[in-house]
């Protein structure tokens, strides 16, 4: 059984459809890119399987129960924990209060202590901007906020959007390596991605998403050497 | 001159009164983010409920937040859950829900005609009650000593609820709800209980207002009328959303309603009031705190 199971989903903003039929698995300790360009349905994906949006068909699995009619906040509390596109911190709260607010879901707050020396570890930087305030960070900071805060929910499947968006090209891999690293401390990741060929080489399956649609799917490495991925997504 | 500084002084100590009932929508816009027009009407029932416990008890009048804190906040908790709730629900893609606003008006003309059923439309005051018409003196000036009782309540209020939004779990909830609604859903926190719970303290704030005004004031199923306009321009003029601004809003137009009398008939005060926030709304519409909903 996949950990998450996405089954023929349809996803509308008012009447206008922007996924079609889409379906999608992630098995426990895997780390799996979805990519496409801009406008794709990518972030729609992402807000469905977080409860944002209700699909108007199909259904959504989590450890084999549907979950596409949850509310957003039953979906965390599950261990489905999505760290937005454009991060979404709360700007005029501190680093250290963004990440507590990341551990508000019951089986986290308890852990919250712990959790947050294991944030710590992993961004040493942000030990030191505890009561800086969000908003006067740099972009690259606020990356690593925005990450520890979805782990402060202690995610059994953490979602990333496009967490390289806007970030210099030194920070971009460092952002990948912190991924790599999260998963290899066993989290499952889905991370949705325009840099296709950093968030290829650290997944192990990917899937192409073209307007709405899975375009193609396979084992990260195959994707990188397909021809229409190199000319379309690598600008081979 | 003195009697320019005791006016002062007195009209800091209604102004906080101002100011704590303006706290209270201040708290509902900051998380719900649109004006609760009922919230005059919020502060008469929180009026109503503090005469009559003060008036079947005897208590003192302070007493009777004990009651009339816990019955507020259930009271508002359980409108916007059944009233307003549904109407957010059904409006989730509009940024400004005006639907809500129309629905906060009803429940204003609701609530004062039902006050006005019940009660009926006399005045009513709490005759002999160990606050009444007591003065302070000090040197050659008198300062009033329920007005004074009512300044520190506003004070307490206010550092309660600080304390409360920045140590608590639920406080942080309900901050980073004003802050980004979504990415707050995408922490695990329920939106729609943290809008049940801002609009319960809002109205709590409401009715610990309604307490301090008990001990001099007149109770009447319209007096939150009086109180409505004058939340909204303090709301404005301290930054929406913000808890200093809003004490400090209220007791500018303390002063300026206590002392202008002095030199101007009252009806150019009034004047004056509203000037002060047209001209807000037109240069400075954040307030005078400057940034967007800082708690
Ligand atoms: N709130 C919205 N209302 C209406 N249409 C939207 C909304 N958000 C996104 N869309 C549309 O849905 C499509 C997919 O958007 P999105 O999921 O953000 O794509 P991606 O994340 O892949 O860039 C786009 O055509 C976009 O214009
Ligand atoms: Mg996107």
Known sequence: ?236 | MLFIIEDTINGILMGSIYGLAALGLTVIFGVLKVINFAHGSLLMVGMYVAYWAVLLTGMHPYLSLVVVVPVMFVFGYLLQDILIKPIFKSEKEVREPITVIIVTTGVWYILDNLALLIFGPQYRNIQDNPLRGKMLEIGDMMVSVPKLWGFFTALATALVIYLFLRKTRMGRAVRATSLDRDAASLQGINQYRIYNIAFGMGTAVAGVAGVTLVPFYNVFPTVGVLFDIKCFIIVVLGGLGSIGGALLGGMIIGVIESVGPQFMTATWTEAIVYALFLAFLFLKPSGLFGVKYDW
């Not at chain 1, 690593?144 to 202690?154: E, H, K, P, S, T």
């Not at chain 1, 650290?202 to 190199?230: F, W």
């Open chain 1, 1 to 236: 059984m996949a950990l998450l199971e996405i089954d023929q989903i349809d996803v509308f903003y008012g009447d206008v459809q922007v996924v079609f039929g889409l379906s999608l698995h992630v098995e426990e300790g895997e780390v799996v890119s979805i990519i496409g360009g801009n406008g794709a349905g990518k972030s729609t994906l992402l807000r469905t399987i977080s409860g944002l949006i209700q699909p108007r068909r199909g259904e959504i699995r989590f450890e084999g129960n549907p979950i596409q009619r949850l509310p957003p906040e039953e979906i965390v509390a599950r261990g489905i924990v999505q760290v937005p596109e454009g991060r979404r911190l709360f700007s005029l709260m501190s680093v250290e209060d963004n990440l507590i607010v990341g551990a508000y879901n019951r089986r986290a707050d308890e852990k919250k202590q712990q959790t947050i020396e294991e944030v710590y570890a992993l961004f040493p930087r942000l030990r030191e901007r505890t009561a800086q305030l969000a908003m006067t960070l740099s972009g690259g900071e606020q990356q690593m906020v925005a990450i520890g805060r979805g782990l402060m929910a202690l995610p059994k499947i953490l979602m990333l959007d496009e967490p390289s968006l806007g970030l210099a090209p030194l920070l971009i891999r460092d952002i990948f390596d912190t991924v790599r690293k999260i998963a290899d401390q066993g989290t499952t990741v889905l991370m949705v991605e325009q840099d296709v060929r950093h968030s290829l080489s650290l997944s192990d399956r990917g899937y192409v998403l073209e307007h709405g649609r899975t375009a193609m799917e396979g084992p990260a490495q195959q994707l990188l050497d397909n021809p229409h991925i190199k000319t379309a997504y690598l600008g081979l």
